[in-house]
């Protein structure tokens, strides 16, 4: 009798094909370094706004608006842009195929994962657009976003349960590339046997430092949404520019923003050493 294959199989048989093409291989690395671009932006204008060398705190559209205003910005600009599309393309086959974890037994972690991979593909497919708008002159993205995704869900039904639920899960994140960053397990998914080991050496430093300095910010992105759901008020909310920002009024505020600036910077370069040696699909 023969097997009849279940929705899912049908789902991810095309997707696995077109996965195990020479380029979509070399689209993902594209993406990888195009995200590296995007932060290396990020963390250099809030570094010389740290240090008073003029820049700003910005988030990954702000950054987008830095290289469409520099010579030949546009075709920079579009290079970047079909960076960005690889790395959605592989978060939707991470989110599809797990290939990471194949194998594996199915569990609380593993859908986590997934969900993960598909917030994140969300994500990158909005900074996109926003290249997109950028790039035919129609402007980025206008308004805070998270304020307004905030405003909306505290308009529904339970608003200020799921704003609060968003902010706890955010911090979760946070906390989780801070262990990651701690552990240093994503040495794992290199190709080490092509890299020396000063390579390996100065990709885990980088990848420390940049991976803890996302989960710095994503921690206090929490903590205002968390705010924002207490006092059921969006304008509490606050990005990832405005997290930088805020942490330039605290005590030795220029110094904090500065170290976390720093590993943003670190952590472009340390994107760019993945679009190089990263494991792909492995």
Known sequence: MTRRNSPTDNIKEPVRRASSQPWFERLARLGYAAKGLVYFIVGFLAAQAAFGAGGRTTDTSGALTTIVSQPFGKFLLFLVTIGIVGYVLLRIVQTILDPEHAGEKMDAKRIATR??????????????????????????????????????????????????????????????????????????????????????????????????ARGIVFTIIGVFLI????????????????????????????????????????????????????????
Do not use: C
């Open 227 to 282: 705010q924002a759901a207490k006092q059921s008020d969006a304008s509490e909310a606050k990005g990832f520019g405005e997290a930088l920002a805020s942490l330039e009024q605290q005590p030795f505020g220029p110094w904090i923003l500065g170290l976390v600036a720093l590993g943003l910077i670190s952590y472009g370069i340390y994107s760019v050493v993945e679009a190089r040696y990263r494991q792909i699909l492995h």
């Open 115 to 212: 969900i993960g991979y598909a917030f994140s593909g969300l994500a990158y497919a909005g900074l996109a657009v926003t290249a997109v708008k950028l790039m035919i002159g129609s402007g980025g993205s206008s308004g805070n976003s998270t304020q307004d995704w905030t405003a909306w869900f505290l308009s529904q039904p339970f608003g200020q349960w799921l704003v609060g639920l968003g902010g706890a899960v955010t911090i979760g994140i946070g906390f989780s590339y801070i262990y990651k960053a701690f552990k240093g397990k994503f040495r794992q998914q290199f190709k080490l046997t092509q890299m020396s080991n000063n390579e390996q050496t100065w990709a885990v430093r980088l990848g420390r430092l940049g991976i803890a």
